[in-house]
T-cell receptor, first 110, second 114 residues
Framework: EDKVVQSPLSLVVHEGDTVTLNCSYE??????LLWYKQEKKAPTFLFML????IEKKSGRLSSILDKKELFSILNITATQTGDSAIYLCAVGEYGNKLVFGAGTILRVKS | DSGVTQTPKHLITATGQRVTLRCSPRSGDLSVYWYQQSLDQGLQFLIQYYNGEERAKGNILERFSAQQFPDLHSELNLSSLELGDSALYFC?????????????FGPGTRLTVT
């Protein structure tokens, strides 16, 4: 059965800290890995990764994929209270299905 | 704002009833996906339509059905509702079909079945 596992389940940090969120997967026909940020309601798209070793960056957020070891990390540097959210990892298979992990709940304290 | 719209925002109904959730994709997007998010199950893929045709099915119950209309908006129909159907229902859209295209999510419809 296809599986996406995120760790840690939850995390509390102080403003200015750097955090690393992990996502490991076991899927039959990997196509892409996506990160989303979910605040009050809708997941907001952050990154899509398809190739190993190529870092994607957006401001203080960055992500990288390792297709050999079947995992991805999402880094957030200089965290702010506005980064508090649930971070979701999803893996896209050949076809049209996205399999989501349970998410990491991040809380940034001021 | 992702550009995906969903109505209604909230829906409260009784067991056994039927409801329809509506989604309009981003301008130019041909694919629509439906997801269910509950506390114990996380975000679960239900079904996908591409340009009016069903393309993929996930964990969708037989009591649930969906369609995509010529103007590309989509409706998710939930019937014979049970308490366990209470959840957030999201619609997402993407430019084309296949998981090489990022999906953008709408604000969701919160369904409460009493």
């Amino acid at each position: 059965e296809d599986k996406v596992v995120q760790s840690p389940l939850s995390l509390v940090v102080h403003e200015g800290d750097t955090v690393t969120l992990n996502c490991s997967y076991e899927v039959t026909n990997f196509r892409s890995l996506l990160w989303y940020k979910q605040e009050k309601k809708a997941p907001t798209f952050l990154f899509m990764l398809t190739s190993s070793g190529i870092e994607k960056k957006s401001g203080r957020l960055s992500s990288i994929l390792d297709k050999k070891e079947l995992f991805s990390i999402l880094n957030i540097t200089a965290t702010q209270t506005g980064d508090s959210a649930i971070y979701l990892c999803a893996v896209g298979e050949y076809g049209n299905k996205l399999v989501f992990g349970a998410g990491t709940i991040l809380r940034v304290k001021s | 704002d992702s550009g995906v719209t969903q109505t209604p925002k909230h829906l409260i109904t009784a067991t056994g009833q039927r409801v329809t959730l509506r989604c309009s994709p981003r301008s130019g997007d041909l694919s629509v996906y439906w997801y269910q998010q509950s506390l114990d199950q996380g975000l679960q893929f239900l079904i996908q339509y591409y340009n009016g045709e069903e393309r993929a099915k996930g964990n969708i119950l037989e009591r649930f059905s969906a369609q995509q209309f010529p103007d590309l908006h989509s409706e998710l129909n939930l019937s014979s509702l049970e308490l366990g159907d209470s959840a957030l229902y999201f619609c997402a859209s993407s430019r084309s079909t296949g998981t090489s295209y990022e999906q953008y999510f709408g604000p969701g419809t919160r369904l409460t079945v009493t």
